[in-house]
C-alpha cells in the first residue's frame, strides 16, 4: 500500500531536517560557529539555501540552538536515569564517583558545543544568560538531591545541602572550563585523584 501523499511528505521534510541537524553538529564541531556559514551547509547537504531556511527560518543561528537543545536532552536523561537506577547501599562517596564519572564522560561527548558556546562571542550573544542559568541550576539541584539524600538515612551530618552542592557544581565547572581550553584536567581524569577529591568534600560533611 503507497504512503498517504501528505505523510510522506511530512516524513520527507522530517529527514531532510534530520539531515539537516546531523551536518550541522559536523560543520560547527570541526569548523566553529563563526567559520560556519549557511552556503557551507547546503553545499555539504547539495540543497538550496532556501531549503534550509524553510526548516530554518533564522539560519545557522537557529539551527545550533536546536542542535544545543538536543545535546542538552540527551545530557538530561542521562542525569535523570543515573537517579531514577537508585542507590541501593551505596556510601555518598560511591555515588559521587560514578556521578563525576558520568558527568566527565558526558562533557567530553558535548564539548564541542560547549567550547563554542564558552569561546565564540557571537553565540553567546544569543544563548542567553538564562538559558546558561537554567542549565547550572539544573546542576546544582541535582547534586543537592544526592547529598540530602545522605542526610535522610543519617550517613552525613545536617549540613547545608544546596551550599554543599555548589561547592561539587564548582568543581565539574572547573573541568569543563579546562577541558573546553584543552587543558589537561589531571584530577579529573586521574580516577584515584577523582576519588581524593569526593573523599575530601564528603568528609568535611561527616
Known sequence: MSKNPANLRREQAEATRRRLIETGKRAFSENGYHETSVRVLSRELDISESLL?????????????????????????????????????LT???????????????????????????????????????????????????????????????EIRNIDCAAAAFTLKSVFLNYIFINALGIEPEFMIDSEKCRRIISYHVGLWK
Request: contains cysteine.
Open 53 to 89: 531556511y524553510h526548516h530554518f527560518p533564522a539560519g545557522k543561528k537557529e539551527l545550533f540552538f536546536e542542535i544545543l537543545k538536543e545535546e542538552l536532552s540527551v545530557i538530561y536523561a542521562k542525569l535523570d536515569e543515573f537517579e531514577k537506577a537508585g542507590f541501593g547501599n
Open 92 to 154: 555518598l562517596e560511591e555515588i559521587l564517583d560514578s556521578a563525576f564519572a558520568l558527568l566527565c564522560d558526558t562533557v567530553s561527548k558535548h564539548i564541542d558545543t560547549i567550547r563554542i558556546i564558552l569561546m565564540e562571542r557571537e553565540v553567546r550573544e544569543f544563548v542567553s544568560k538564562q538559558d546558561m542559568s537554567s542549565f547550572l541550576c539544573r546542576f546544582s539541584c541535582w547534586f543537592e538531591k544526592l547529598i540530602n539524600r545522605s542526610v535522610k538515612i543519617g
